[in-house]
């Protein structure tokens, strides 16, 4: 009988589709005990309840789909559905309850299901349940037509294939949409987000700056840098998956620990959590991109670690007079670089090997340290190039003729090094040139008559050399120190040391010179300096009349005749008078009072002074005088 209801009411359910129909019609049939059906004529859907001894089937016959909820003496729930799948739900007497869905348990509705005990033998599709002895559900094959009769009471073997197509296509449905606008979101926007793996993306990102091995080694500044990166720094501040200036930050960490950075006068802010560009002693374009980093007498000590070449936005670098040593950086790509200071430091190495990649550079400050090479021959490639001091280290080589391609240098000290060769004729292209200092070198050879005219030195310093020949007739129209002692000039002086108005500092004493000492016109004149030559004739006395300034005088070492003019006592600067060995005559002048109070040494020995020294002269013992010989 149960058989037959069902058959109707699925034929019933497929004469009822009609496509103008939007009446709403529920009918509910009672079959046995509590089984129902119910059957929505306007959406075509049928849905048939059976209730057999606890046990609940559900189906939905227009859409194929059979949802089975199941109850047992135990309580075990089994639900299935027509696609496969089968979710499990199953309480014993222990209450274990274990689930299975999607794919992870499929079972088809075709086959044998049962809690505990085996199927009987030879009865693979009845499903019996060896514990309750009840008929499980099974979907059955189009041709299992043969099945015994039921009892009334089983429900397996009396469901039917209703195929998904049966639904009504057209027609609007009566009941509320499937897609309610309340469900909730799939990606919700409060899920977290994924966290950064903030070890991983460091050793990756550094150890293209550095080898791996140095980040893992603590007892490194690259491995110390790495450690405070990881562990210290506040990720709220700084997250390295999107931080963009990782590298740099890095990098100023390494100079730190490399440098001795807890001990530096000015540390302020250095590995703090703020952006490295609020860190003392540094400053950054708008970018939060390192532009310059000055730490002049910072009592800097240690290295500079290769990781600093990737600091190449870097515009202005000073590093002057601290206590760095090692190899100088490579600034192969700091091409906006302008200023590079390390004077005062302990550098040893190539001095040049940087200069001929920074195209924008115009101080290139490396005196007083250890470096070696010659200068580059590229130098003529720098054009921007106006300030090269290389005093005090250990370059050789020669001036190359290419120099004058730096046509805007400005300051050129090259002194206490071990430069050989000569002064290059090109070199008079540099009229922009106002310091030359080459003193303390192995230089030779004349200085050449188109260098010291046309350009207009300011500061001309080429003592303690082995230049020859005469000097040269100099431009005097800036000149204010003109240094040429200790090197192997002879001839005379040029008239130039009469006209140079600016003239504070004369010195070519230690030579070969001859002849007569020019008249002096140059009220600045604080240093005069012609000792040990040849020079003959008496003292002009311009040099007193003229030099409101003069502080000292050194004639010693000459041939020297006459008297010590009596202008002598008018220069109230002075300091030091050294006249000794010459051949003076007469007497010594005496002094005004309140004159030459500031007279420390009057060297007058070894010449032909007749008479005794002026007790006014006596006098100044007692206050400034020192060495009166």
């Not at 200071?341 to 250890?370: H, Q, T």
């Not at 000149?479 to 070519?508: C, H, S, Y």
Request: with cysteine.
């Amino acid at each position: 009988m149960l058989r037959a209801l069902l058959l109707i009411a699925f034929a019933f359910t497929l004469a009822v589709r009609v496509s103008s129909t939007k009446l709403s019609l529920r009918t509910r049939a009672t079959l046995e005990a509590d089984d129902t059906t119910e059957s929505d004529l306007a959406s075509g859907t049928t849905t048939l309840l059976l209730v057999d001894d606890g046990a609940t089937v559900e189906y939905d016959l227009a859409s194929g789909t059979t949802i089975l909820s199941v109850g047992d003496e135990d309580d075990p729930t089994v639900g299935y559905d027509l696609s496969g799948t089968t979710i499990l739900s199953v309480g014993d007497d222990d209450d274990p309850k274990e689930n299975h869905g999607g794919k992870k348990k499929s079972t088809s509705l075709g086959s044998k299901s049962s809690k505990k005990g085996k199927s009987n033998k030879g009865d693979k599709e009845s499903g019996k349940s060896k514990k309750s002895g009840k008929k499980k559900p099974k979907v059955p094959d189009d041709d299992d037509d043969d099945d015994d009769d039921d009892d009334g009471k089983g429900i397996n073997t009396f469901m039917p294939v209703v195929s998904p197509t049966l639904a009504p296509q057209s027609e609007p449905p009566s009941f509320s949409p499937t897609d309610s606008p309340t469900d909730s979101p799939t990606d919700s926007p409060t899920d977290s987000p994924t966290p950064c793996p903030k070890g991983e993306v460091l050793l990756e990102r550094l150890s293209s700056i550095t080898d791996e091995s140095l980040l893992l080694d603590p007892t490194t500044p690259q491995g110390m840098a790495f450690e405070w990166m990881l562990g210290t720094d506040d990720d709220t501040e700084i997250n390295v998956c999107t931080y963009e200036t990782l590298d740099q930050r890095y990098v100023m960490a390494v100079l730190y620990y490399s440098t001795n950075g807890d001990n530096w006068k000015d540390n302020g802010n250095w590995l703090s959590s703020r952006n490295e560009c609020n860190w003392n002693l540094v400053a950054c374009d708008e970018n939060n991109l390192l532009i310059d980093l000055t730490m002049d007498r910072n009592d800097m000590i240690g290295e500079i670690t290769p990781e600093f070449s990737t600091l190449s936005t870097l515009v202005s670098v000073s590093l002057f007079n601290n206590k760095l040593r090692g190899y100088l950086p490579k600034l192969d790509d700091f091409r906006n670089l302008i200023k590079f200071d390390v004077e005062i430091n302990e550098f040893e190495g190539p001095a040049f090997e940087n200069l001929s990649y920074l195209d924008n550079i115009e101080y290139y400050l490396i005196s007083s340290n250890k470096l070696t090479g010659s200068i580059p021959e590229g130098i003529g490639n720098l054009s921007s190039l106006k300030n090269l001091w290389t005093i005090d280290n250990s370059i050789t080589g020669s001036i190359p003729e290419t120099i004058a391609g730096a046509y805007n240098l400005e300051n050129f000290y090259i002194s206490e090094n071990q430069i050989t060769g000569t002064i290059p004729p090109a070199m008079s292209s540099l009229r922009k040139l106002k310091r030359f200092y080459a003193s303390e070198n192995k230089m030779r050879g004349t200085i050449p008559a188109s260098v010291m005219e046309s350009i207009p030195f300011e500061q001309l310093r080429l003592s303690k050399n082995a230049f020859t020949g005469t000097i040269p007739n100099f431009n005097t129209e800036s000149l204010d120190d003109l240094r040429l002692q200790d090197n192997r000039f002879a001839g005379t002086l040029p008239e130039a040391f009469g006209t140079g108005t600016k003239l504070e500092n004369i010195l070519v004493g230690n030579n070969y010179l001859s002849g007569t000492i020019p008249s002096v016109n140059a009220a600045s004149l604080v240093f005069f300096d012609v000792r040990n030559n040849k020079l003959t004739g008496s003292i002009p006395s311009s040099l007193f009349d003229a030099a409101q300034e003069l502080q000292y005088v050194y004639i010693q070492g000459n041939m020297l005749s006459g008297e010590i003019p009596t202008s002598f006592a008018n220069a109230d600067q002075l300091v030091d008078f050294y006249a000794s060995d010459n051949l003076f005559t007469g007497t010594i002048p005496e002094i005004p009072e309140n004159s030459l109070v500031k007279l420390q040494e009057l060297l007058l020995e070894k010449n032909s002074f007749s008479g005794s020294m002026p007790n006014s002269i006596c006098n100044l013992r007692e206050d400034s005088l020192e060495n009166l010989w």
